[in-house]
Each structure stands twice: as C-alpha cells, then as structure tokens.
C-alpha cells in the first residue's frame, strides 16, 4: 500500500529526494559537533497544498541531531483531526508552509535526550504541549520544552488525542457563558469527539445537554451510545423540522449556550432551542456551509454569537494552564469518567485512516494512526 502511495507522483519524489539529499547533508555536517543522531523516521508529507489523499506520501527523513536541550521521541500514536486535513488543504489558518510533515498531536516514548536533559529519561511518555506540526512520523526530535509527561497508565489512543477535543471541549464549557448546575446547553455535531467530550463533561457538572446528530442508517445505536455516555435528548436534524423545537424539550430548560461545528441549517436548529439572551458558540464549521441568523433571533431573542479558537487560547500564554487542564482530563480518562470512540490504524494502513477521515467510508470513528 506504501509503494502504491509513492508511486501516485514519481516526479513529486525526484523533488522530495532532493530536498531530503540536502537535509543529509546538512546532519551529516553537524554530526562532527554532536554526539547524538535519532534514528531515521518514516513519515507522512505533504509537499503542495491540495486534497489529502492525493497529496501526501511516505517518506524516509534521515537521522537529525539530538542536541544538548534535545528529546528524541519514538511516536506511538498520533490521531487524523479535520483541522490536519485543513492545513493539507491549505485552508487553516495557521499551518507550516509545505514540503512538511502531516499532523499536530500524539504521544510517544522517550528514546534519547540531549546531555542537558535532565526532566525527561528514556521509556517516559510525552506529548507535545502545546501541540505542535509534524506528529505524523516515526522519531521526532525537539527541544524539551514542547514536551508534556503523561502517565503511563492511560491507554495511548487517549494520550495522543486529549490535548486539541477534549481540551477544546472542556474550555468551551467552562469559558464561554457562566453555567449552574440544572442550567442546559445545546449542541450539534454531538458525535464528534468534542461532541462526546461535552456531554460526558457537561453531565458531570449537571448540565443538561441536547444533541444535534446527522440522520443515518443505525441511529438509534448512535442515540443509544451518546445516551450512555450521558446526553439528556439526541435528535436528528429531521427530526427537529417541527414547527416549535422547544415543545421537544421536556422538563429540560431552554439552553443557555449552545455549540455549532457544523454551520448550515444544523447551525439554524441549535438557534432555534436557545433561551432568550442566550450564546452560540461556533467553533467548527464541518458541512462548509455558512451559519444563518434571522433578524427576529437578533432583536425578539437578543441571542449573541461567538466564536472559539483553541489555538489562539493556547498562544495567549496558556502553556502550564493547559498542561494542567490535560492532567486533569487524563485524570478523568483513567477513573473511567471521560471516553470516546476511536479506531486505532496501524501506520501501514495510513491511506485507509485518511479515507475514513475524509468521510468516504460514511460516518466513522475518529482515526488514530499506531505507530
Ligand atoms: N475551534 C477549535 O479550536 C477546534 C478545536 C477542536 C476541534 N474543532 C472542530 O470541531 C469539529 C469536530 O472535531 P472532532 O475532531 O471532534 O471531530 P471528529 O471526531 O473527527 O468527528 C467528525 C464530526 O463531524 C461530523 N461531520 C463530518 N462531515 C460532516 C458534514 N459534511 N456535515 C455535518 N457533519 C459532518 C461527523 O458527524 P457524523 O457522525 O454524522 O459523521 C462527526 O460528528 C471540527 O469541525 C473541528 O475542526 C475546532
């Protein structure tokens, strides 16, 4: 399956072999200063903005130095988020300019560390914290400081993932709108992995919650599942074409927050439970569409409109703060307090991950790529 992946775009390769002959040479010149090399690495690049599956490739990076303030880390996981398939596309925001590696969170082993490294040792678990580019690879060599120690006794699919969902999900809900216990919030999208994240969280805070989920075939397995993790109602988008939603709400509150990863008329339906004053907090946008606001939501209903950006939290001088929040979240994955479905792929299978994750296999769990 590799070779057919490299061999999708041989002129591509003569460009990257040449990139990666200079990269050579420029290690094998620094090797006479340093005592340490990682490994070589195979990794998954993009050499051109584009469609994911048509523009990434394997490829093998030499060894590079290990120097003195150095972690060399051996991955173990790392997860396909729509925010790496974004910055493939080129339509992220922030984003390495290409020919780069594909990726932005994960966990991996310590395998060695520069002569000054003297808080990390070989066989430690780390993810990078904040999360940085380039976690689609073997061996990853950078400077101590973007390490995060985890414990080794969370499962690694959950380590490698809990730094950009459930870190987002748990900011949302404790930033945007000052929220009670008995308050209730609304929510489409619900079964994404910060879908998932906010009704297990919201739950615990005894928030109600109502979710928006896409019609499919199966649904009542999928209500069932987002039930037992702790969601009040779920509804499908078609069931919400009611002339009055919030007669569907039961002794459940009119929600005061809501959040939107969808836009479109998935958007509409989570405006439309929302109390008078009440938020709406868009913070992804799946179906591409735009989100559509009545005039009449703005002046009979005051609701406000808000956005929320982790990566721009996060560059606000949040680094121990969200190390902190991600222990905390850890914490709850190892009581058995906060789960989430995913599939963990093995990096041969790497194609097979990025189909599902772009949504042409139907609706599937949230890949991890398994090193
Ligand atoms: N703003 C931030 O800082 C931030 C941080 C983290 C995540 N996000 C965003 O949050 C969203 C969820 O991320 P995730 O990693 O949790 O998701 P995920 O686990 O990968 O799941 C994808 C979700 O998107 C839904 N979906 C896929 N294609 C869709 C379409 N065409 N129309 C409507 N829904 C569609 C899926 O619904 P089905 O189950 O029906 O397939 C599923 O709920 C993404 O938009 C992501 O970019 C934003």
């Known amino acids: 399956m590799l070779r057919s992946l490299i061999q999708k775009s041989p002129s591509s390769i003569f460009h990257l072999n040449f990139n990666l002959r200079s990269l050579r040479s420029r290690v094998m010149n620094t090797q006479s200063f340093s005592s340490t090399v990682s490994p070589p690495s195979k990794a998954i690049v993009y050499e051109t903005h584009g469609q ?13 130095e290990v120097k003195e303030n150095d972690v060399c880390v051996k991955m173990l996981a790392a997860p396909i988020n729509p925010s790496d398939v974004n910055r493939i596309q080129g339509i992220y925001p922030v984003r390495p300019e290409p020919p780069a590696v594909g990726g932005y969170e994960g966990v991996g082993e310590v395998y060695s560390v520069g002569s000054a490294v003297t808080s990390f040792s070989p066989g430690d678990w780390v993810i990078p914290s904040p999360p940085s580019f380039g976690t689609w690879q ?7 400081n973007v390490w995060h120690k985890v414990n080794k006794g969370v499962p690694m699919e959950y380590a490698a993932t809990i730094t950009v969902n459930p870190l987002t999900a748990l900011l949302m809900l404790e930033d945007c709108v000052t929220l009670n216990s008995g308050d209730a919030i609304v929510q489409n999208g619900a079964t994404s992995m910060v879908g998932q994240c906010v009704i297990q969280l919201a739950k615990s805070r005894g928030i109600h919650n109502i979710n928006i989920i896409r019609d499919r075939p199966g649904v009542n397995e999928v209500k069932e599942r987002l039930k037992d993790l702790g969601a009040d109602e779920v509804f499908t988008e078609n069931e919400l074409e009611v002339k009055n939603v919030k007669s569907l709400l039961g002794g459940i509150p009119e929600p005061a927050l809501g959040f939107n990863c969808v836009g479109g008329n998935s958007a509409s339906l989570v405006l439309k439970f929302l109390r008078h004053g009440g938020t709406m907090v868009t913070y992804g946008g799946m179906s591409k569409k735009p ?24 560059g606000t001088d949040k680094a121990e703060e969200s190390r902190r929040m991600i222990d905390r979240l850890l914490g709850l994955v190892q009581d058995g307090k906060l789960k989430y479905k995913m599939e963990l792929t093995p990096f041969h299978d790497f194609n097979t991950a990025l189909d599902k994750s772009l949504g042409k296999l139907g609706s599937q769990p949230k890949q991890v790529i398994k090193f």
Request: no cysteine; glycine share 4%.
């Open 52 to 64: 994911p599956d048509a523009v990434t490739k394997l490829v093998h990076i030499p060894g590079t």
């Open 138 to 144: 073997t061996y990853i060599v950078k400077n101590q």
């Open 291 to 314: 989100v559509t606001v009545s005039t009449s939501s703005f002046i009979f209903k005051d609701i406000s409109l808000r956005g929320f950006w982790l990566q721009k939290w996060l």
